[in-house]
């Protein structure tokens, strides 16, 4: 077993390789001269695999996994753990956002016995937008999980093998992993880090994509949503039920009509809304245990180098 991995997972990033793999050779090799880079990457648009193909013809000690298909920013991330072969692998974005200088921060907190150490931004550069999403999230995620959590979004991370093991026996088809992590709540730090500034490229990271994976977390780690339906669909019932005593009352006392079609149009529109939203919530699970029981691996490797033996924990999935 080697000292470090690092995992990175990239996809259109040819621009920003070179530059990335000498700041991590230079950082690590500080560290350890046993180490391993493992980038994986899918679907590209650009040159991105040709010049994962020429970064380790020119040094074996990176090394690349190449998906059939976009399987998702947090399964390439679990594929990469799977073949990493470091007592401890660093966790970090190909887009030169995380500092690859940043590591030795994180290494060191590791070796004081922590099990999972990761980066706290000093000042995140995405849009007010984003920033503003992720902090609503994290909030609205810590108040309904069924677990107490350590959350933390930040991707940039180093974890011991024993949680890189542990991680890979959640079989989740959508994972998530930084928060996966904190769930098993293994002993956690935080380390201050640095936020760097894309300079080439866009991001793969749009706005549905950032909502998609809240929404699947969401499912994953409550089942409050479910409760959240029922006690809406009892509390309109309820309200229903007011109003109707509340207009008889008026018709029998004071020989009031009841009101006709604008109220009969929200009534229904209010409970229609509110059936559909129940139904909605239901579906998310139902389609969750759907794709789960289906046992499809969780990604198919189409292409490896530097990989010769097999991974350190096994995942379902298919190497052609």
Not at 36 to 41: H, L
Not at 95 to 100: S, T
Not at 221 to 241: E, Y
Request: with cysteine; hydrophobic share 45%; aromatic share 8%.
């Amino acid at each position: 077993m080697i000292d470090l991995s690092v995992v990175i997972p990239v996809r259109d990033e040819a621009d920003n390789l070179d530059e990335l793999t000498r700041r991590l050779h230079a950082t690590l090799v500080a560290l350890s001269p046993s180490y391993e880079i493992i980038f994986v990457t899918d679907l590209n648009q650009d040159d991105t695999l040709g010049v994962l193909r020429r970064l380790n013809t020119e040094d074996g000690r990176v090394k690349v996994i190449k998906l059939s298909n976009a399987f998702g920013h947090h399964v390439a991330v679990a594929a990469g753990l799977a073949h990493s072969k470091g007592a401890a692998v660093a966790i970090m974005d190909g887009d030169l956002q995380d500092y690859p200088e940043d590591i030795p921060l994180l290494w060191a907190k590791l070796r004081e016995g922590y099990d999972i150490v990761y980066g706290i931004k000093q000042r995140k550069n995405d849009s007010v937008l984003r920033n503003f999403l992720s902090r609503t999230f994290v909030r609205v995620l810590r108040r309904l999980s069924d677990f107490d959590m350590d959350l933390n979004t930040c991707m940039f991370r180093i974890v011991s093998r024993r949680v890189a093991n542990v991680v890979l026996q959640f079989k989740e088809r959508e994972p998530s992993l930084t928060f996966i992590m904190g769930l098993i709540g293994f002993p956690t730090a935080r380390v201050l880090v640095r936020s760097g500034t894309r300079q080439r490229g866009l991001t793969k990271y749009s706005y549905w994509r950032q909502i998609n994976l809240a929404i699947s977390s969401l499912i994953s780690f409550s089942t409050k949503p479910l409760r959240i339906a029922s006690l809406a669909g009892l509390g309109i019932s309820a309200l229903t039920v007011v109003y109707f005593l509340f207009a008889l009352g008026k018709w029998a006392l004071y020989g009031v009509p009841v009101a006709g079609w604008t109220s009969l149009v929200a009534l229904m529109g209010l409970v229609g809304g509110a059936i559909l939203f129940a139904q909605g919530v239901t579906g998310e699970y139902i389609a969750r245990t759907f794709l789960e029981t289906k046992g499809r691996p969780l990604y198919v490797i189409e292409e490896s180098l530097g990989l010769k033996e097999e991974p350190i924990a096994k995942l379902p999935s298919l190497q052609q």
